[in-house]
């Protein structure tokens, strides 16, 4: 680590560590890293279930990925792909199920029913994608 302003008592208020090219902050008596979350698109219920998931399953990656910067655009990508999966499937699957707009205006309450079914499905299949360590996660391998 580089130390920035050192006088013979006091620490620096900054360092630098060339391994991980974090810089950190003297707060008190200790180094805390200086890291600013990323705000930006609101996650949706599948990037929170990711961050969620990362947290409380693979803690080393989620730290790895907080550190470098790049957490929220995992989980912006998973976000985006769970709802890629979800707009694709749902139709097609309806289709093999044989539901069609004239289900839905015959019977408005089974077409409602069968499509809210479809959409608990896709769902589940989602879920369980999201809960099998991916290619971002080393502990998988």
Do not use: F
Not at 62 to 86: E, V
Not at 91 to 106: Q, V, Y
Not at 121 to 130: L, T
């Amino acid at each position: 680590m580089k130390q920035n302003s050192k006088t013979s008592k006091e620490l620096p208020l900054s360092i630098h560590d060339t391994k991980n090219d974090l810089n950190y902050i003297l707060h008190g008596d200790y180094y805390l890293p200086n890291i600013e979350v990323e705000s930006g698109n609101p996650l949706g219920k599948y990037g929170r279930a990711r961050l969620r998931y990362l947290q409380e399953h693979r803690s080393n990656v989620y730290t790895r990925l907080l550190l470098s910067g790049k957490l929220y655009d995992d989980l912006n990508k998973t976000k985006a792909a769970a709802r890629h999966l979800l707009e694709t499937t749902i139709p097609i699957m309806a289709n093999a199920a044989g539901i069609t707009e004239t289900l839905k205006a015959i019977d408005p309450m089974k077409w409602v029913g069968m499509m809210n079914a479809i959409k608990d499905q896709v769902e589940e299949i989602i879920w369980n994608i999201m809960s099998v360590p991916s290619s971002v996660d080393p502990e998988s391998s």
